[in-house]
């Protein structure tokens, strides 16, 4: 068994073990939900569904951040990275698209929600299919960037995962912090927060709401909010001004939001009668046995 490294500087010994415990339970917990939302896809026909396949997307990404986020646990816990440099620029390349993937997934399903219920038009095939490709090939461009030469992946503070390099300060750096930030961050939340708004207006004039129109744009808010933050800060400012163990608080708090999705998104799906795990029960579909005694 390999010793573990030694304790990165600005971080005590429990400070790293809580921080890999905490990655462990957020990636364990990520994966278990979001593969019960990629197996209902799969064995629910109710879900089976354009709309639902803009949520199998967000599940996949989320599924990548939670596999990303396991990597990162099982470093920390070693308290090094083991995988060296080209290591760092795969783990970083990995993450960021995922994190990419899920935030356009959430606009995406809040855009064809809007339609849904307020147009009355449903999504095609097709028209999810082009929209699903377009989601993660924008993606796979933009984390492939710092691959590339426009920014830059690197060691997050605590040196056992990797995320893209915000502490450079120099202008291509800047340059991508801040177009990144807008077409990935603000855009997505503006289309997030302007689909539920008018949702909410629209379904307010004919009783109560079924459909929360406030925690997706909350959880992109304030699940990716905190990163957005601390890249722009670290864009315009001296980033080591705030302490290394407050840079990683972003991190642990983005890594949380695949929980969150699947439990909006799948678990609290009214879209099955008696929710999804009476849709996955191997009695779903038959008879009670009292009811088929009295057809007898």
Known sequence: M???????????????????????????????LNGLTILSFCKIPELRTPGHLLVLSLALADSGISLNALVA?????????????????AH????????????????????????RYCTRSRL?????????????LSSAFWAALPLLGWGHYDYEPLGTCCTLHYSRGDRNSTSFLFTMAFFNFLLPLFITLTSYR?????????????????????TLLLGWGPYALLYLYAASADVTSISPRLQMVPALIAKAVPIINACHY???????PGGVWQGLSPQRGQDPPRERNRTQ
């Not at 646990?73 to 620029?89: E, H, I, K, T, V």
């Not at 008018?198 to 909350?218: D, F, H, Y």
């Open 198 to 218: 008018l949702m909410e207006q629209k379904l307010k004039k004919s009783g109560p709401l079924q459909v929360n129109t406030t925690l997706p744009a909350r």
């Open 73 to 89: 646990a099982m470093s920390s816990l070693r308290r090094r990275w083991p995988y060296g440099s080209d290591g760092c620029q």
């Open 2 to 32: 390999a010793e573990p490294g030694p304790l990165p500087a600005g971080f005590g010994e429990l400070e790293v073990l809580t921080v890999g415990t905490v990655l462990l339970v957020e990636a364990l917990s990520g994966l278990s």
């Open 266 to 272: 799948t678990l609290g799906s009214q879209v099955v």
């Open 124 to 136: 095609a095939w097709s028209s999810a299919g082009a929209l699903v490709l377009f989601v993660w």
């Open 92 to 115: 970083g390349f990995q993450g960021f698209m995922m994190a990419l993937a899920s935030i356009c997934s959430c606009a995406a399903i809040a855009w064809e929600r809007y339609h």
